[in-house]
């Protein structure tokens, strides 16, 4: 068998599967990006509660919020101050992160994949020009 014709289908496979993988990936990365929701900056107080764990509260758009406390915001405190995010629509969603980081490595492997993809037309066209 010709090495050239035996190159060209290995790269129409991986084509294929390198583009496929990337549309699937991207998506997800899309769908995850729109359930993550709108986080939007806070400054909250920190509240230990005798006995308990403690909780955080801030004032939103909406009104006075309270959340569990957790270590990481514990940690991340400046004195009895943490800037943190909310997430709007909700009552208690806390984070330190504006943004979630499964959006970003859903979209980073969906570029991997999509540049092998594309990679691979390159070698499938050289192949298909070397056979003639």
């Given at each position: ?11 129409e ?25 709108t ?26 919020h309270t ?8 940690e ?6 943490v800037?943190a ?22 979209g ?24 003639g």
């Open positions: 068998m010709n090495p050239a014709l035996l190159v060209g289908a290995v790269a496979i991986l084509t294929w599967v390198g583009l496929g993988a990337a549309a699937v990936f991207g998506a997800g990365a899309l769908v995850a990006k729109l359930a993550d929701g986080w939007v900056p806070i400054r909250a107080v920190l509240l230990d509660d005798v006995g308990q764990q403690g909780s955080l509260r801030w004032f939103g758009d909406d009104g006075v959340a569990p406390l957790t270590d990481e915001l514990r991340a405190a400046d004195g009895d101050e800037d995010f909310h997430r709007v629509g909700s009552a208690s969603d806390v984070r330190l992160h504006h943004r979630s980081p499964l959006p970003r490595l859903l980073g492997v969906a570029l991997a994949c999509g540049g092998v993809g594309v990679l691979a037309v390159v070698v499938q066209v050289v192949a298909m020009v070397t056979t």
